[in-house]
Antibody, heavy 120, light 106 residues
Framework: EVQLVQSGAEVKKPGESLKISCKGS????????IAWVRQMPGKGLEWMGI????????RYSPSFQGQVTISADKSMSTAYLQWSSLKASDTAIYYC?????????????WGQGTQVTVAS | SYELTQPLSVSVSPGQTASITCSGD??????VCWYQQKPGQSPVLVIY???KRPSGIPERFSGSNSGNTATLTISGTQAMDEADYYC?????????FGGGTKLTVL
């Protein structure tokens, strides 16, 4: 079974750094792009960016370029999303999702989500 | 930047047909997928490449895409279909989501 398992909920203060993870299993992790998607409280889905674990080729949404860093460790079958200085507005659920194929393929499956809360 | 527009909400009676639209400039030239998200859960793919259903998705879910509008249709809507639905397309190398539609079954 293809599965993405994300790291647990985080509570941080503004200005702190954070790295959350997404571990793939049940398939060749290096063969599929992994996307990160933000969902702010009560809001819709926002695409943040995508990474190809085989060579770490990464693309960012213009809205998130420079705000976060996406990386991957293919030896650990894990993708990461990190912030160097969190803001209260980063409070959201963050999902990772596997692109099910190449090019313009859909995202399936999705991880269970990581709740990030930033508050002083 | 490319935008996808969905109605905020759609209501349907049990057993009836629900239609949720997604509009974008020349959307018919792109492939559209649809995701279902129930409260407290992760999104689930229900339609891809405009009209294909992943394994495990009931046949009552169908999709179409033409001109500037893609449509997700749920035939014989059940109470379990109450959820938020998001359309998604690719704009060159960028992923775009619609704002989401809350489907209420009442």
């Amino acid at each position: 079974e293809v599965q993405l398992v994300q790291s647990g909920a985080e509570v941080k203060k503004p200005g702190e750094s954070l790295k959350i993870s997404c571990k793939g299993s049940g398939y060749n992790f290096t063969s599929n792009w992994i996307a990160w998607v933000r969902q702010m409280p009560g809001k819709g889905l926002e695409w943040m960016g995508i990474i190809y674990p085989r060579d770490s080729d990464t693309r960012y949404s213009p809205s998130f370029q420079g705000q976060v860093t996406i990386s991957a460790d293919k030896s650990m079958s894990t993708a990461y999303l990190q912030w160097s200085s969190l803001k209260a507005s980063d409070t959201a659920i963050y999902y990772c999702a596997r692109q099910n194929g190449s090019g313009i393929s859909p995202f399936d499956p999705w991880g269970q989500g990581t709740q990030v809360t930033v508050a002083s | 930047s490319y935008e996808l527009t969905q109605p905020l909400s759609v209501s349907v009676s049990p057993g009836q047909t629900a239609s949720i639209t997604c509009s974008g400039d020349k959307l018919g030239d792109k492939y559209v997928c649809w995701y279902q998200q129930k409260p407290g859960q992760s999104p689930v793919l229900v339609i891809y490449q405009d009209r294909k259903r992943p394994s495990g998705i009931p046949e009552r879910f169908s999709g179409s895409n033409s001109g500037n509008t893609a449509t997700l249709t749920i035939s014989g809507t059940q109470a379990m279909d109450e959820a938020d639905y998001y359309c998604q397309a690719w704009d060159t190398t960028t992923v775009v989501f619609g704002g989401g539609t809350k489907l209420t079954v009442l």
